[in-house]
Structures are given as C-alpha cells and as structure tokens.
C-alpha cells in the first residue's frame, strides 16, 4: 500500500481526499468551498464531456451557451424553483469597486448598486426558458433540444472535493416539445443516456429510478435519476433528468402555434450531470494503492517506463519504443513513454500506480535481447512477460478486458450489498442492524413513503423501474 495513502478500512473520508490530492486530480484554492482540477483531473473530465456531448449530439442536440448572470426577478416567476435554491444563490449586488479614502485597501463602491440584483448561476432554466420565449413561435420550432456546458455556482457549506464544491462544471440540456409524451420520451431517453455512459465507460452499475416527491428537483413534476453504489456502503447520484410539465412554460409563457392553429404552452425537460462523476469514479474503482481508471476514460492507457544504466542502453530502448507506441497509437490506444532521467523507474512505477493508469509496460536491456516486455496490470496489480512481437495484438484485448473487469467487480460489489424485504417488519429489523447497505423494499402503495421516512428517519433514492415500485433507501446520516 501507497505510504501516501491512507487506507479505506482506517477513514475512508481521508482515503478519498489523498486520492484526489496525491493522484493529481484536484485541490482546494483560495476560495471558500471552490477547488482547483489539476491537469490530470481536467483530462479524465475532458474525456467524459467528449464522450457524452457526441451521445448528445447523436440523439440530435445543439450545444449553445447562456449568461452566467440571471436577473433575480427571474428566479420570482417560478416559485417552486426558487425555494429550491434561495439559500444557496450568491447575489450581485455592486458592479464596480474603489480604493478607500485612506488609500490603503480596495472597497465597493456604493454608489455603484445595481438596479436589480445579479443571481450567479445555480442551474440555468430561469435564463433560458425566457430566451426560449424568442425562439419558440410555432409547432414548426419544436422540438427544442439545447445542450450547455457552463460552470454553476451553489454556496454550500460544508464542501469536498468534486462531490460537493461552491463551484463546479457540468452541463445542463434544456428542451421543449409540444406534447407531454414527447417531453417524457426525452426525459427518460436522456436518463439512459447516463446510464449506458456510466456502464460503458465509467464501469460503473448504475441504478435507473425515478425520486420521490421530497427528492425531486425544484420545479420538476418528476426527476428521473442514476444512483450507483460506492465502497463506503453509501448511495451517490450520479446523474438526474427532470420532466418540468408546463410549469416554466407557462411562468415565462411560451407559447406555440399548433398545427391546428391554437395556441399552447409547450412541454419542457432538463437534464445533468456534474463533475461529481469524478469523485463517483475515485469511489468505484480505487483502492489502497491509489487511483484505479477505467481504460476508456483513461488519459493515458498505456505508460512505457524504460529501464536503464547508461544513455546508450535508453537510445537502444527508445529506438524499440518508437516502433511500439507507433503500433499502439496506430490502434487507437493513448500512451506516454516517460523516458526522463531525472527520475528512477520504481519512482515512476509508484506515480503511475497511484494515478491508476491501467496497463503499464517496462522495458530492459535483458528485455531487448529477449525480445520481451513486462506488462503490469493496475486493476489486478499482476505483471507478465510477453513477446515484443506480440504487444500490439495484447494490448487493445487486454485494455478492453480491464475495462470488463472494473465493471464486473463493481456489479458484484453492489450486488453483495443489496438485501430485498417484502414487508415492513423484516426492513425496520434489517434496517437497525446493518443499515450501511442498499435495501430494496418491495412497496405497492408509493403514498406509505412519507409515513416510512418519519417513522425511521430513512430518505428514498430512487422507485426503480420495475412492475412494483421498489424504492432503495438511505439512512438520514446518507448511509
């Protein structure tokens, strides 16, 4: 185990904050509640935003952008929706500062109040549903399917690193559509366009449910959501989308032309998912060792570590790694040769361990003349010899079978965590003994929840999709 990290059993809190901070992803600033993602952190993220903007693109959605400042009235117009937020917006209020007449500091200037104070943005459906009033005319307008990749602002007040921060990056579509089933196709589409993401290239199960009214987004009729379980025993959404009915149609009134030639408010959606994936990631996946990457997401899949005693044996080794990253990267498989000298292998060894590159090839003298390469795998921390000849062909198999491993051993994980009760009594028994587990409580009557949550102090995650309701619960600390 890592000396750097401290181990899961022991505070998996600090286990988690030494990944993110010792593997390079991100770091507190100088700004209450705001962080700093690291170059390494940024590329995972970059990553992610590629792969889900082309699933969005693919499923016909436009990427657009809208202000970061949104007029506090606005937030009036929808009242559900501003009560869901007010006691996290941070307000404008001044537009110019000054130095004080002492000159010694800079101060507001309060002769510069705004007219109106400025909300900076904690979602984005106040700003564009008035924008959408302009654009949206006639059924020929609809449907209105816009993507944003914008930052958010919500002051929270106790923050961590990626999971909850005052500021953090995701984005946000926005949609209209002239009838209500339409709008709930796309609510429910966009929710498995999650679900297939987090699979495919996060490894990582995910639950498909739909929340309570208690959990709901504000001004949403229903909130579709992804809740995947991490290494703690604790539930994290991933990801939600929202059907929002008329309500910020009509509150900003937007209207279209039917075919029929009546007038009608259109149907709307949202949809997001935030840079909370991230530290979803870390949770999945890692271990005492440090960062586990799933190969699809990986910055680099492949790293090359040569292993030498003077610079002829390294020219030696870079002339045959010249031709293996050529074959690779001819393949499509990201690799770095870390062929610097100021740095010894086992040093190298420990850093690419720690931020979870998932396969790891080391090469020697003794290597060249037996024609062979160590390959080291992060997900199973076991090590090979093969033949130099057949690097190429291994490689891309082998990265697609880590990626099928993360995601198995976290299906398993969750599987081994989950308990399923058909009555009251035995969940009240399960849920005093060991309530840091997933338990679905096969429940008809959706209306006993509140009464359930009073009575034992539990939240709802999520009714999951099947003939009976079955909502996965959560305890009021989030076990």
Known sequence: MSKKITSREVDYSTWYNDIVQHADLAENSGVRGCMVIKPYGYAIWEKMQAELDKKFKATGHQNAYFPLFIPKSYFSKEASHVDGFAKECAVVTHYRLKTSDDGKEIVVDESAKLEEELIVRPTSETIIWDTYRKWIQSYRDL?????????VVRWEMRTRLFLRTAEFLWQEGHTAHATKDEAIEETEKMINVYADFAQDFMAMPVIIGLKSESERFAGALETYCIEALMQDGKALQ?????????????????KFQSKEGALEHVWATSWGVSTRLMGALVMTHSD???????????????????????????????????????????????????????????????????????????????????????????????????????????????LTEIQEHLYNKALSYRNEHVTYVDDFDTFKEFYEKDYQKFVEYNIQDVELVDALEDKLAITSFAFIFVEVPEPVWKTSTGK
């Open 238 to 254: 991933a990801g939600t989308s929202h059907f929002l009915g008329q309500n910020f149609a009509k509150a900003f009134d937007v």
């Open 288 to 398: 005492d060792h440090g960062l586990v990457l799933p190969p699809n997401l990986a910055p680099w899949q492949v790293v090359i570590v040569p292993i030498h005693r003077s610079d002829e044996q390294l020219e030696q080794i870079n002339k045959k790694v010249e031709d293996i990253m050529k074959t690779l990267r001819a393949q499509g498989v990201s690799v770095k040769y870390d062929n610097r000298t100021s740095h010894k292998p086992g040093w190298k060894f420990n850093e690419y361990e720690l931020k979870g590159v998932p396969l790891r090839i080391a090469i020697g003298p003794k290597d060249l003349e037996k024609g062979t390469v160590e390959l080291a795998r992060r997900d199973t921390l076991q090590k090979e010899f093969v033949s130099m000849n057949e690097v190429s062909n291994i490689v891309p198999s082998l």
């Open 143 to 151: 449907p209105l399917l816009i993507n944003q990749w914008a930052n």
